[in-house]
């Protein structure tokens, strides 16, 4: 579904990615772990073209869409969940959510997919006429996602949906990952939670400072000593 | 010495100049609201506005509402040349960046202006169905005053409800609210920034139209201050509201108004002062302004 070939990105003059090859396959729910400013969330702007690519190449369902803009790879279904949510603060949870479907015409389908949003997160109902800037954390982020199931996602782009939440919030935002999965929603999930992103994904990619240092099967990885050693606070 | 008569005449007056920098100060407030840019270019369109209706009227003898709607495009024109050639490439660049930018449009459409017609002072009347006096007691108006009082409030419940309930409007909202994800919608952000500019252009053209029959001379930098004016009126107001820029222009046309009426003559040439000192008052007693939301900014 989505192939990056030899992706380089940098900052002005600091390379914040370098030579990133990843492939995701349909149905998959992908991985990328990492420390912080390992490039992960770099390679997620990359891919919805908030930020351009220096050089290599990103294939979505055999087109190339590296230099395609931000509305198109959106139109074309990746949907991108941003780090630190980046809900409309000032704007109802309902028009945050009719925002998500901004590009998508067909009304049915945006019925459809608001029935799917509010039957994964029931909260999100109750409150359709408050202000999202309102809302907790955890909430937020499920606005976050529901957002982006408005928008009919064929792959989606998660950059760190747990940052910030308590574990149990974190368990019902997975919780809820995994019922998008079971649905056939592709899934690129971004965590600094290595132990929890790793449990419900197939295969993870690891990262470190811009580079793709080990990739797997995410239940070998798991099982790995220097990974756990490394990112699951060792045993 | 005053009479409650001459205290309403200026009143009035207030009114009037009031209604023109409501206009200007809606189309400030747009561009604002989505880009974050004090645009100081903005007064400067609405001379360029100006100057293209006194150029299709005395050389073409074009009818005056042939000539408006051309004024409006040309302005709409020079507005959009501005963000494609001097904001949208600086747009990553910081609100400082573009605020210089705009700087130096101004200038350069201010120049190029004295160029092409010399800096003099030039009459500029109006055709007479549209300067025609109305005189009730010591206050007096003319149809343009109305038309120009009238037409700002149309044109806030037009753009109102244009933002509150259609897609564009929920766009520009979106965008105002926070820029990347409005991105990560699929909205496309140079259209949004092409229509609030459309508009605002295009209410600069109209005011400064309404200005020049107020003033009845025009000269190559007329837009400029009244354009500062209009753009304290937003920010008074509650940059970003569009109800907040009309009430802002209103407050800062009377307070220009009672100020120049009512003060001894030696201090009224001191009347913008006094239009700036009111700004810096209201933003230390409330910094968002006065229908501002408390947050301000970005978040």
């Known amino acids: 579904m989505l192939k990056i070939n030899n992706l380089c990105v940098k900052y002005d003059t600091i390379r914040a990615v370098h030579d990133v090859s990843i492939k995701i396959n349909d149905g998959e729910l992908v991985a990328m772990i990492g420390a912080n400013g390992a490039g992960k969330s770099t390679i997620l702007k990359t891919i919805s073209r908030i930020i351009k690519a220096e050089s290599g190449s990103i294939f979505f369902n055999g087109k190339d869409i590296t230099k395609s803009t931000s509305h198109e790879i959106v139109a074309m279904g990746i949907i991108h969940v941003p780090e630190g949510r980046q809900i409309f603060t000032k704007m109802t949870i309902e028009e945050n959510l009719k925002l998500g479907a901004f590009l998508e015409n067909n009304k049915s389908k945006i019925n459809e997919n608001f029935e799917k949003a509010i039957s994964l997160f029931p909260l999100l109902e109750e409150r359709l006429k408050q202000i999202a800037g309102t809302l907790s954390g955890g909430e937020q982020q499920m606005l976050a996602i529901g957002r982006a199931l408005m928008g009919s996602p064929k792959l989606l782009l998660l950059d760190e949906p747990s940052m910030g939440l308590s574990p149990l919030m974190t368990q019902q935002v997975f919780d809820a990952l995994l019922q998008l999965k079971k649905e056939g929603i592709t899934m690129l999930l971004v965590e600094q939670n290595a132990y929890d992103a790793m449990e419900i994904s197939d295969r993870t990619y690891i990262l470190e400072t811009g580079k793709i240092t080990m990739s797997g099967n995410s239940k070998e990885l798991i099982e790995d000593p220097n990974i756990k050693a490394a990112y699951l606070g060792g045993e | ?299």
């Not at chain 2, 003319?142 to 929920?170: C, E, H, P």
Request: charged share 10%.
């Open chain 2, 1 to 299: 010495m005053f009479t409650f008569e001459y205290f309403l005449s200026q009143l009035v007056n207030g009114l009037k100049l009031g209604s023109v920098y409501a206009m200007v100060a809606i189309g400030y407030s747009m561009v604002y609201g989505i880009l974050r840019l004090i645009n100081f270019a903005h007064g400067d369109i609405m001379t360029v506005g100006v100057y293209t209706i006194l150029v299709l009227t005395t050389a073409f003898g074009m009818p005056l509402w042939i000539t408006v709607l051309i004024s409006i495009i040309i302005s709409v024109l020079v507005g959009l040349t501005a963000e494609r050639v001097a904001y949208r490439p600086l747009r990553d660049a910081g609100e400082e960046t573009t605020l210089i930018s705009s700087l130096a449009v101004s200038i350069l459409i201010q120049n190029l202006l004295v160029m092409i017609f010399s800096p003099q002072r030039v009459a500029f009347h109006l055709p007479e169905y549209l300067s025609k006096l109305y005189t009730f007691g010591t206050v007096r108006l003319s149809t343009i005053n109305i038309i120009t009082f009238i037409s700002v409030f149309v044109i806030l419940i037009l753009l109102s409800y244009m933002i509150k309930y259609t897609r564009i409007g929920m766009a520009m909202r979106a965008c105002s609210d926070n820029m990347n994800a409005a991105k990560l919608m699929g909205i496309n952000i140079n259209t949004v920034v092409v229509v609030a500019f459309i508009i605002g252009s295009g209410l600069a053209a109209l005011s400064g139209l309404m200005l020049a029959g107020e003033y009845k001379t025009i000269d190559p930098l007329m837009g400029f201050v009244p354009g500062l004016k209009a753009f304290s009126a937003a920010v008074l107001g509650g940059i970003g509201s569009l109800s907040g820029a009309v009430l802002g222009g209103f407050i800062l046309g009377v307070a220009e108004m009672l100020f120049a009426g009512l003060m001894p003559t030696e201090i009224t040439p001191y009347r913008d002062a006094f239009v700036f000192l009111l700004l810096i008052l209201v933003l230390l007693i409330k910094p968002n302004g006065i229908l501002g939301s408390s947050d301000g900014g970005r978040s």
